[in-house]
């Protein structure tokens, strides 16, 4: 058998083998870096798209918006800067749309449409600042008698059915002092129903029997008194309801409510992965220029805030009269709502110092409504007597307080006042300072008496037992 010599590798040939060698690696991670950069482009470009945007903006409509809100930092979204959206609840019905009269007449009264161009049942300013790591939420009811811009003064819920998104900005910017308005998000009623349900309902206190019957609009309202979770007709039903004395800053005050729920419950680190899921699941209903990246960012955001760290204001304002306006209208009190925006939107006036009426936010001039959810009625009459003793004269009791037994007090700076709500607290000894507009709408503070004032408002009438 013949033996096959091997030749050993010359000098030469080693150098070949070396650099042979050294192409291959650096080929292998060339390769391995093309995959990789290509999965990152990929995920950049999934990131950075807009897959919920329903309408296309022109240059100059993409312009009025911010360009950047978020960047990825070690691969998790976060918000670069305080961003303001615009988020608006839309329901059409199709009696509103166009050749409606033509359509056989179940359809004719049906019931909503998909589109998301008709009037804004619900309009928020939502202010997510990551500096401070506080949200807060401007509601603006939709009665609300503005200018729209080339349009003259309507109320404010026409002017997504005029102009949509853009327009809805531009108006709220210009009530607002001209705040910047970086993102908007819209969704219908098929779509929040959709919504809740996705999110596995939502646990609330309905705070009196709700029901209301409209064939016109095949709107049925149903709903009993009482803690509840909430799917997705349910929560619609809570949320459309505005048939009593209050109306439409009723129906605010309820999505308020509502939307402190969906934060607290539903908004949790946990849930963040899982939002472009959720989303998919309304896509038909929903119309926002988010990116992906920025809706990750934003739910990454309000998942980690505290409920002290959420402020909920209503537009200030007072109901028309039959003698000024055929129509009813929410008359907005624009020297009190720069104020809030000057206070918690951060934007600048001219005439800012016009606008802090100090006199305003004296004890003596605060309003201040007490309510009881303990059912001890000596113990509410310690709170008014105590309240006017330190000067705040105009306090008055609430009848009809809440039904739902707190265990903490709650002292509601209605109007977005915090530094007197603090005071007022100071003054009780007890309770939980809240920036919301869920309380009395004819006060500027509402304290709801809880379980903890029992034993402050025994300490406090011992303290008042003459001494012997």
């Known amino acids: ?63 009025a918006f911010k360009s950047d809100i978020a960047a990825a930092t070690m691969g998790i979204p976060e918000l670069t800067s305080p961003v303001n959206i615009l988020v608006m609840g839309t329901i059409v019905l199709t009696s509103d ?26 309009m928020i300013l939502v202010r997510l600042d990551p500096s401070t790591q506080k949200i807060t939420a401007l509601s603006i009811p939709r009665d609300s008698r503005v200018e729209i811009p080339g349009y003259g003064m309507q109320k404010i819920n026409a002017a997504n059915y005029i102009g949509g998104a853009v327009l809805s900005a531009q108006t709220v910017s210009n009530l607002t002092g001209n705040i910047q308005i970086d993102r908007y998000l819209r969704v219908n009623v098929e779509g929040f129903g959709q919504l809740i349900d996705a999110l596995g309902g939502v646990e609330i206190y309905v705070p009196k029997r709700m029901k209301y019957q409209d064939d016109s609009q095949r709107l049925y309202i149903n709903l009993n008194q009482g803690q509840q979770l909430l799917d997705g007709n349910k929560a619609i039903q809570y949320m459309r309801y505005r048939h009593d004395e209050l109306g439409d800053i009723g129906r605010v005050q309820r999505q308020q409510a509502f939307f402190r729920a969906i934060i607290v419950q539903k908004l949790k680190l946990e849930t963040v992965p899982r939002i472009p899921d959720i989303l998919a699941v309304v896509k038909q209903n929903l119309d926002t220029n988010m990116s992906v990246q920025e809706l990750l960012a934003i739910a990454s955001f309000v998942s980690k805030i505290d409920r002290k760290d959420t402020k909920m204001l209503l537009t200030p304002g007072r109901f028309s009269t039959s003698e000024e306006y055929p129509l009813s209208y929410w008359i907005v009190d624009e020297r009190r709502l720069a104020y809030l925006m000057q ?45 006017i003793k330190a000067g705040y004269n105009q306090t008055f009791v609430d009848r009809e307080p809440p039904t739902l037994i707190l265990e903490k007090t709650q002292i509601i700076a209605q109007n977005g006042d915090r530094a007197s709500a603090e005071k007022v607290r100071d003054t009780l000894g007890v309770g939980e300072v809240i920036l919301e507009a869920t309380g009395l709408l004819d006060s500027d503070i509402t304290i709801r008496l809880g379980k903890d004032w029992i034993d402050t408002s025994k300490l406090i009438l011992v303290n008042q037992q003459p001494k012997s």
């Not at 058998?1 to 292998?28: C, G, N």
């Not at 179940?106 to 804004?120: C, M, V």
Request: charged letters at 20%; aromatic letters at 8%; zero cysteines.
């Open 343 to 387: 206070e918690h939107f951060n934007v600048l006036y001219a005439d800012a110092a016009l606008l802090n009426n100090q006199d305003e936010f004296a004890p003596q001039n605060l309003r201040i409504a007490v309510q009881d959810t303990t059912y001890y009625p000596d113990r509410i009459k310690v709170a008014t007597n105590t309240l």
């Open 1 to 63: 058998m013949s033996s096959i010599k091997v030749r050993k590798p010359e000098k030469k040939d080693k150098q070949k083998s070396k650099i042979s060698t050294k192409f291959r690696t650096f080929l292998f991670f060339m390769v391995l870096a093309l995959i990789s950069g290509g999965v990152g482009a990929a995920i950049a470009v999934m990131l950075n798209s807009k897959p919920f945007q329903q309408q296309s903006l022109s240059g100059t409509e993409t312009e």
């Open 97 to 122: 749309l166009p050749g409606a009269e033509n359509l056989p007449k179940p359809e004719y009264l049906a019931q909503t449409s998909s589109s998301l161009d008709g009037q804004s049942d619900a």
